[in-house]
């Protein structure tokens, strides 16, 4: 099987602006979870996404949302991006009754 | 709120040579798992070992093994015979049905 995709890999905006990252899970994995890794704050959990439905969410502001398609494809969206905002964006997928999940490489964001 | 703590920021390790990472956790649930994940510069997160809290008996992975104290919610790494490869940041996570939490990491050095 192939493993979790995460598009693009590099990501550089102003800020102000907004983005869209996409993520591709492993075929036959329902579930799509997105982190974000930052030097200062370590790797925070965002959200995660179950049949197109948001199940759980971190404390991030609401600039950041998502969106699962029908297909298990995953989006995140950060909307008036921060200095702050710049950070590692992974993603993860994961079979439905099992804990274990599959890691993207992630998406370096840059916001200048 | 759950918490995981991994109090040694940085540990290094000589080839060949044994070495144990820890790592605490808090939780008021009883249904979770541990996982220790390995982040190489690449940053590609990879699963090292995997604990299931309701399994008494400690996981083992060729090289790697762990210490499980459940009524201690301690959950350590210990790394035999280690090699080159292994150098990288290594990051304790507790999974439940809601949440996935990471430690802060640990950077492992491996001196040859």
């Known amino acids: 099987k192939a493993g979790v995709t995460q598009t693009p890999r590099y990501l550089i905006k102003t800020r102000g602006q907004q983005v869209t990252l996409s993520c591709s899970p492993i075929?036959?994995?329902?579930?799509v979870s997105w982190y974000q890794q930052t030097p200062g704050q370590g790797l925070q959990f965002l959200f995660e996404?179950?049949?197109?439905?948001?199940?759980n969410k971190g404390n991030f502001p609401g600039r950041f949302s998502g969106r699962q398609f029908s297909n298990s494809r995953s989006e995140m969206n950060v909307s008036t991006l921060e200095l702050g905002d710049s950070a590692l964006y992974l993603c993860?997928?994961?079979?439905?009754?099992?804990?274990?999940?599959?890691f993207g490489p992630g998406t370096r964001l840059t916001v200048t | 709120a759950q918490t995981v703590t991994q109090s040694q920021p940085e540990m290094s390790v000589q080839e060949a040579e044994t070495v144990t990472l820890s790592c605490t956790y808090d939780?008021?649930?009883?249904?979770?798992?541990l996982f220790w994940y390995k982040q190489p510069p690449s940053r590609q997160m990879i699963l090292v070992i995997r604990?299931?809290?309701?399994?008494?008996q400690n996981a083992t992975e060729n090289r790697f093994s762990v210490n499980f104290q459940k009524a201690a919610k301690s959950f350590s790494l210990k790394i035999s015979d280690s090699q080159l490869g292994d150098a990288a940041m290594y990051f304790c996570?507790?999974?439940?049905?809601?949440?996935?939490?990471f430690g802060a990491g640990t950077r492992l050095t491996v001196k040859p």
């Open positions: 993860a997928s994961r079979d439905l009754g099992d804990y274990e999940q599959y």
């Open positions: 075929s036959g994995h329902r579930s």
């Open positions: 996404y179950f049949s197109e439905t948001q199940r």
């Open positions: 939780t008021s649930e009883s249904d979770y798992y």
């Open positions: 604990q299931e809290a309701y399994k008494q």
């Open positions: 996570a507790y999974r439940s049905l809601r949440y996935m939490r």
